[in-house]
């Protein structure tokens, strides 16, 4: 189980830093506007993906990331509410002491009476 948390783990913290590159990476919708006037210069339309294939390949690479993202978020959440085969602490590992006939709930018990009161005695 361990070894599924971890590679869960891994997958979240993967896709969590590609998105967040990629969407570093992308321009605003309000950056094509200038560049439709005339603020490209020319060379900021010849882009590695084509004039408008670039946005969508990143919107939608950042789209699957947000989903494999989600989905392992929820693996995580899911598999670590598993109940565990070992205990959590240390004082659940100890082993359970009986309880002695006086300090069972519901038997009356005696109070001490006399020099039994007076404590160190």
Do not use: C, W
Not at 29 to 34: E, L, R, T
Not at 57 to 79: D, I, P
């Amino acid at each position: 189980m361990s070894i599924l948390l971890t590679l869960l783990l891994a997958v979240q913290l993967l896709s969590a830093l590609v998105m967040i590159g990629l969407i570093l990476v992308q321009h605003g919708k309000g950056a094509d506007a200038g560049a439709a006037l005339g603020g490209g210069g020319g060379a900021g339309s010849a882009t590695l993906f084509g004039a408008s294939g670039g946005s969508n390949f990143m919107s939608r690479s950042t789209a699957v990331l947000a989903t494999v993202f989600l989905t392992s978020t929820l693996g995580l959440a899911y598999f670590g509410m598993a109940p565990r085969q070992q205990a959590a602490t240390v004082l659940e590992a100890l082993p359970v002491q009986p309880t002695p006939a006086d300090a069972i709930p519901g038997v009356p018990t005696v109070p001490p009476t006399g020099p039994a009161q007076i404590p160190g005695q």
